[in-house]
C-alpha cells in the first residue's frame, strides 16, 4: 500500500464536481465513483486509493497523516485550522459564508445569539465587528435558527441562495469566499514528495485551463 497515494475526498455535493476535475486531469476512475456507497475505492492501476468523508472530517484525516492529500473546503480550513499545507485552490463548489436573519430584524442588544455549523469562524468575525455575541453550535439546518427563535442570526454557507430564499431569510453580510482546496499532510508531502508534485502539476493545468 506504501507507494499508494492516499486521498481524502469529501462526501456529498463536493465529491462529484471533485471527481470530474480528477478525470480532467487525466486520471482514470472507474464508473464505481459514479455509484456507490463504498467508503475507500482503490485505483491500483493510477497507485490511488480514495476515502470518502464527512466534508468537515477530510483536514482531520490529513493532519493525522491516514490520508497524504485531501479536498476541503475553505471553510472547513479556517473554522479547524488544522496542521496541514494548502497546495492548491482547484475553484470548485464556490460560494461563501454569510450571516443571515429574518429580514427587517436587529440583533437583540442584551444577548444576541447566532447560530451556526461554523463556531471558531462566526466568533472571529464578531469579535472583529467589536460584538460580542453567544455562539450556539448546530450540525445542520442552520437556517430554522432564527425562524423558530433560537438565535437573532445564523453564520452558514450560501451557493445558490435557494435555502435561504425559501426559508425567508435575508442575508445581512457576506464574510468570506469559499472555494475547495488540495490540502496535503506535512509528512507526506516530504515523503511522497513526487507523486504529491505530479498530482499538484496535473490538477493545476485543469484548474488553469478552466479560468480562462
Ligand atoms: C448547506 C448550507 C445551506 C445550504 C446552502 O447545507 O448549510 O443550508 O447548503 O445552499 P444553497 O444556497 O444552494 O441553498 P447542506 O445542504 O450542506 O446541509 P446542512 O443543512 O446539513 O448543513
Redesign the pocket.
Same mark, same amino acid.
Given at each position: 500500500m506504501n507507494d499508494f497515494l492516499t486521498i481524502a475526498m469529501p462526501k456529498?455535493?463536493i465529491f462529484e464536481e471533485a471527481v470530474e476535475l480528477l478525470r480532467k486531469a487525466g486520471y482514470k476512475l472507474p464508473p464505481e465513483f459514479d455509484d456507490s456507497r463504498k467508503l475507500i475505492l482503490d485505483v491500483p492501476e493510477e497507485s490511488l486509493r480514495f476515502i470518502l468523508a464527512k466534508p468537515m472530517d477530510v483536514a482531520t484525516y490529513v493532519e493525522h497523516g491516514v490520508a497524504d492529500v485531501g479536498i476541503a473546503g475553505k471553510d472547513v480550513l479556517l473554522e479547524e485550522e488544522r496542521d496541514v499545507y494548502e497546495l492548491l485552490d482547484l475553484k470548485i463548489s464556490a460560494?461563501y459564508l454569510a450571516v443571515a436573519g429574518l429580514p427587517n430584524t436587529k440583533m437583540n442588544d442584551v444577548a444576541p445569539r447566532v447560530a451556526t455549523?461554523y463556531p471558531n469562524v462566526a466568533e472571529a468575525y464578531f469579535r472583529e465587528q467589536g460584538e460580542q455575541v453567544e455562539i450556539i453550535k448546530l450540525? @445542520?439546518?442552520?437556517?430554522l435558527a432564527p425562524i423558530i427563535g433560537l438565535s437573532d442570526r445564523i453564520v452558514?454557507?450560501?451557493?445558490? @441562495?435557494?435555502?435561504?430564499k425559501e426559508n425567508g431569510l435575508v442575508e445581512y453580510e457576506r464574510i468570506v469566499d469559499v472555494t475547495s482546496r488540495l490540502i496535503v499532510n506535512p509528512v507526506s508531502y516530504r515523503i511522497k514528495d513526487g507523486q504529491i508534485d505530479e498530482l499538484v502539476r496535473r490538477l493545476h493545468n485543469v484548474v488553469a485551463v478552466e479560468e480562462f
Amino acid at each position: 500500500m506504501n507507494d499508494f497515494l492516499t486521498i481524502a475526498m469529501p462526501k456529498g455535493r463536493i465529491f462529484e464536481e471533485a471527481v470530474e476535475l480528477l478525470r480532467k486531469a487525466g486520471y482514470k476512475l472507474p464508473p464505481e465513483f459514479d455509484d456507490s456507497r463504498k467508503l475507500i475505492l482503490d485505483v491500483p492501476e493510477e497507485s490511488l486509493r480514495f476515502i470518502l468523508a464527512k466534508p468537515m472530517d477530510v483536514a482531520t484525516y490529513v493532519e493525522h497523516g491516514v490520508a497524504d492529500v485531501g479536498i476541503a473546503g475553505k471553510d472547513v480550513l479556517l473554522e479547524e485550522e488544522r496542521d496541514v499545507y494548502e497546495l492548491l485552490d482547484l475553484k470548485i463548489s464556490a460560494c461563501y459564508l454569510a450571516v443571515a436573519g429574518l429580514p427587517n430584524t436587529k440583533m437583540n442588544d442584551v444577548a444576541p445569539r447566532v447560530a451556526t455549523k461554523y463556531p471558531n469562524v462566526a466568533e472571529a468575525y464578531f469579535r472583529e465587528q467589536g460584538e460580542q455575541v453567544e455562539i450556539i453550535k448546530l450540525n @445542520g439546518s442552520i437556517e430554522l435558527a432564527p425562524i423558530i427563535g433560537l438565535s437573532d442570526r445564523i453564520v452558514d454557507i450560501v451557493s445558490t @441562495g435557494r435555502t435561504m430564499k425559501e426559508n425567508g431569510l435575508v442575508e445581512y453580510e457576506r464574510i468570506v469566499d469559499v472555494t475547495s482546496r488540495l490540502i496535503v499532510n506535512p509528512v507526506s508531502y516530504r515523503i511522497k514528495d513526487g507523486q504529491i508534485d505530479e498530482l499538484v502539476r496535473r490538477l493545476h493545468n485543469v484548474v488553469a485551463v478552466e479560468e480562462f
